[in-house]
């Protein structure tokens, strides 16, 4: 029967009995959201959108459209700088200067753009950089009116890093863009994104030969520049504004990103990719010589290399949308970038292995395709580490401090990759300097591989809830107490689920 009568001390004790009850039932469904927290990224990408919207699209010509022209004005001068520093009197490691001048800037200044993105806004930061990188450019083009040397080398260094300041600005930005554009599809629009790097470093030479013959050393710079700066009033009216993007601006610190393991070991995949990137800067046109090739054959077999990497770093984006654990894709990257690096010298170790244009080919378009594919996840994985490992909130002000983190990182493999090829190539030639680069690929894979899986079944047995099948039970079964107060020969009741007493 249903207890009518029990007394006040009954009902408090039987009141305490069960919140205790229900406090092991709240853990638990904090437990279980925590978890669902963690699975969310693998959810919003099996829901992730097939299509792009009309507004995402517009937002992803835009971003394709800078990125082009943004790496098309760092490599138009490749051609015809250096003769034209030449004949102002600077030497071939002062003009080669200039060019790493570019990377050093975005290395010191990316982490700032990043810190202060949230205070600017990502909209005013992402146009302000292009305007300057465009207005930088064509000023360039104006260096060849000045006769005198220090006064060349000085606004060479000068115009050279204030455009490098506007490319950190809208580099750090747009990749905060694509993450609030592109919600469930970064890794696709950013592998999308790099086919246009790519293409802007491939064609830049060849448009800026073109356009040298043509107008000389001024025009390149006014077109690239003029293009540039017209593509700005466009992202005024087609971009959204930094309200839209998120409203949450708070942010840590690089110092407390870069305490996180995961980060580290993912910074280092991105600084020894790009450092792979930029070893064959240097080194790869003089190892090319005893073929005796024209310097438009030459300008093709690098243009297969990008080709390469633009073209299969949009597959890699979309893959990497669709796993969980990146470590996969970026370890194998390494891997394969160390096999690949091995075909191209040929190493000393692979006697059997006899040179020919054919077999360096083959490489380069191997190594195209797998720098892609380790470089590809690692955004990403910097985000997930930070957000799940660091618990930094899921916002714009994480957004941009990773971009920032990320910028700089691989602005400085671009510094170290040319830097270290250069000196191994002088010091032991191009088969044992690509053998020397395999062996830190390889070294690597196998240290990244050996950290992400420790971390992933650290992550299994942390995600296992101690005796939670006995609470389980307990909180799902009815609750059976004494009852002492006013009821006689200590009869026991039981306290339902929605909270009557029976006998």
Known sequence: MVLQNVSLDTIKTTFFRRMCKEEVVESHQKDIQLEDLRAAPTADKKNASKSFTTRQKVGLVMLATVEFSSYCSMSIMAPFYPREARDKGMSESLAGFVFSFYALIIFVSSPIFGKILPKVGVKLLFIGGIVTSGICSIIFGTLHYIDDFYLFATLSFLIRGLEALGAAAYATAGYVLVINIFPNNGGTVRGILETFVGLGMSAGPAIGGFLYAIGGFGLPFYVVGTITLCVAPLNVFLLPSSKECNVNMKSGSFRSILKIPSVIVTCFIIALVS?????????????????????????LIFLLLSGMYGIFSPFWGWVSDKVTNYWCLMTFGLFMTSFSLVLLGPSPILPFLKESIWLHIIALSALGIFVAMGLMPTYQSILDGAVRDGGFSDNIGTHSLV?????????????????????????????????????????????????????????????????????????????????????????????????????
């Open 403 to 503: 971009a920032g983190l990320w910028s700089c990182i691989y602005s400085l493999g671009e510094m170290l990759g040319p830097a270290i090829g250069g000196a191994l190539l002088q010091q032991w030639g191009f088969p044992t300097a690509a053998t020397c680069l395999a062996g830190a690929n390889l070294l690597a894979a196998i240290c990244t591989s050996i950290f992400f899986y420790m971390k992933r079944v650290r992550s299994k047995v942390e995600a296992v809830p101690k005796d939670s099948d006995s609470d389980l039970e307990k909180t799902n079964s009815a609750t059976t107490i004494p009852l002492e107060n006013g009821c006689s020969n200590g009869d026991i009741y039981t306290i339902e689920n929605n909270g009557s007493v029976k006998m």
């Open 275 to 299: 450092t792979t990137w930029g070893f064959l800067d240097p080194t790869l046109e003089p190892h090319l010589r005893q073929y005796n090739l024209s310097a438009s054959n030459i300008g």
